[in-house]
């Protein structure tokens, strides 16, 4: 079955300094593979998507992806963390032929000023 | 543009009680989902509805019922609440479509006492 791991739980920087969030996925095919931010009190804003082509992908706010098919990852990048970017960040991949998403459990970033 | 709009945004329900979540979207899009989001389980589909007039049940869907209204209206309805049904509850939307974008609304925070 296809899932979505997010290894960290919380993870705690400090404003200015680099972030990476981790995303594993098990799925047999390509897979189309998404980061949603969650602020505090409100619903998911997608960061960015990947579904094919270049794998280092741009998304909104300053962050990026890179998929790596050979270690089945999608992990988040920002090269210098703002205090606004405490949020909560989920990855998800698209299920084969159902369109579904599967979320991975999230992982929670708290900025230190 | 509204996007996605969910009400209540908070509510307060006895065991057995019943109520339904209201969410509709402007956005034109054929499908539309239910999750429900819990700690350290990220987001896990209720029900969705690929098109207007069908609806299919996702991971969790046993103590809920689902209406697609029209294309814009998609209800969720708890027939007999219980404590473990306390969660925060999104509604999405997406084109219909193997790279569907999700877009959610900001949550429906429930208690059930």
């Known amino acids: 079955a296809q899932s979505v791991t997010q290894p960290d739980i919380h993870i705690t920087v400090s404003e200015g300094a680099s972030l990476e969030l981790r995303c594993n996925y098990s799925?047999?095919?390509?897979?189309?593979l998404f980061w949603y931010v969650q602020s505090p009190g409100q619903g998911l804003q997608l960061l960015l998507k990947?579904?094919?082509?270049?794998?280092l992908v741009q998304g909104i706010k300053g962050f990026e992806a890179e998929f790596k098919r050979s270690q089945s990852s999608f992990n988040l990048r920002k090269p210098s963390v703002h205090w606004s970017d405490a949020a909560e960040y989920f990855c998800?991949?698209?299920?084969?032929?159902?369109?579904?998403?599967?979320f991975g459990t999230g992982t929670r970033l708290k900025v230190l000023a | 543009n509204a996007g996605v709009t969910q009400t209540p945004k908070f509510q307060v329900l006895k065991t057995g009680q019943s109520m339904t979540l209201q969410c509709a979207q402007d956005?034109?899009?054929?499908?539309m989902y239910w999750y429900r989001q819990d700690p350290g389980m990220g987001l896990r589909l209720i029900y969705y509805?690929?098109?207007?007039?069908?609806?299919d049940k996702g991971e969790v869907p046993n103590g809920y019922n689902v209406s697609r209204l029209n294309k814009r209206e998609f209800s969720l309805r708890l027939e007999s609440a219980a404590p473990s049904q306390t969660s925060v509850y999104f509604c999405?939307?997406?084109?219909?479509?193997?790279?569907?974008?999700?877009?959610f609304g900001a949550g429906t925070r429930l208690s059930v006492l």
């Open positions: 956005m034109n899009h054929n499908s």
């Open positions: 998800a991949v698209i299920t084969s032929g159902t369109y579904k998403y599967i």
């Open positions: 999405a939307s997406s084109e219909q479509g193997a790279k569907n974008i999700q877009y």
């Open positions: 509805s690929a098109s207007e007039g069908t609806t």
């Open positions: 990947y579904f094919s082509g270049d794998t």
């Open positions: 799925y047999g095919a390509t897979p189309y």
